[in-house]
């Protein structure tokens, strides 16, 4: 099984471009999340998925959106990226329960 | 407002010197708390759940322990393979399998 597998590995954008940053999950999972992280901040909730159909913000919303395509997927777009957005993005996916979350490897985006 | 606060920032151990690391917490109405261990480069990956007061939970040289304010992950001998960042994470009562991560513990074991 793959897990959680984020697309692509690593960005660089100018100031005011968009991107998509795409996640799937293998293990059947009903909720997916993306978070961020940034030095000494820990990890910071962005945008939440329930359950197919369903999307809720999380801690930091702010210049980001999502889309849950079906129940394997759910990306992450920014419209017009800004320096602030510099950071590590991790989806994560569950279903409760003891095992918490199953992440993906990170992708590293640097907004210049 | 749910807070988790972990300490210390950094530790570094020589290999065999045992230590614990601290994660206190701030939530209304714990449904569980995490540990998960994060390599460079990578993401977390989870070891532990606990879910009331005075439960324990071991595994290899790691043994994480609750309280109604904190849990403790001690490390027993620790090895350099051990060096990693350790993340906790509280699950509020409510909060729909929400995760509120603290900043991180980075160990760093030397031989």
């Known amino acids: 099984n793959a897990g959680v597998t984020q697309t692509p590995k690593f960005q660089v954008l100018k100031t005011g471009q968009s991107m998509t940053l795409q996640c799937a999950q293998d293990?059947?999972?009903?909720?997916m999340y993306w978070y961020r992280q940034d030095p000494g901040m820990g990890l910071r909730l962005i945008y939440y998925?329930?359950?197919?159909?369903?999307?809720d913000k999380g801690e930091v919303p702010n210049g980001y959106n999502v889309s849950r395509l079906n129940k394997r997927e759910f990306s992450l777009r920014l419209e017009s990226a800004a320096p602030s957005q510099t950071s590590v993005y991790f989806c994560?996916?569950?279903?409760?329960?003891?095992?918490?979350?199953?992440f993906g490897s990170g992708t590293r985006l640097t907004v210049v | 407002e749910d807070q988790v606060t972990q300490s210390p920032e950094a530790l570094r151990l020589q290999e065999g010197e045992s230590s614990s690391l601290n994660c206190s917490y701030t939530?209304?109405?714990?449904?569980?708390l995490f540990w998960y261990r994060q390599d460079p480069g990578k993401g977390p990956e989870f070891l532990f759940t606990?879910?009331?007061a005075g439960e324990e939970k071991e595994k290899e040289r790691l043994k994480a322990t609750l309280t109604k304010k904190e849990s403790f992950l001690h490390i027993t001998a620790p090895k350099p393979e051990d060096s990693a960042t350790y993340l906790c994470?509280?699950?509020?009562?409510?909060?729909?399998?929400?995760?509120?991560f603290g900043a991180g513990t980075r160990l760093a074991v030397h031989p």
């Open positions: 994560a996916s569950s279903e409760g329960g003891d095992r918490g979350y199953t």
């Open positions: 293990m059947n999972h009903n909720s």
């Open positions: 998925s329930a359950s197919e159909g369903t999307t």
């Open positions: 939530v209304s109405g714990l449904r569980g």
């Open positions: 606990l879910y009331s």
């Open positions: 994470a509280v699950q509020a009562a409510g909060g729909y399998n929400k995760l509120i």
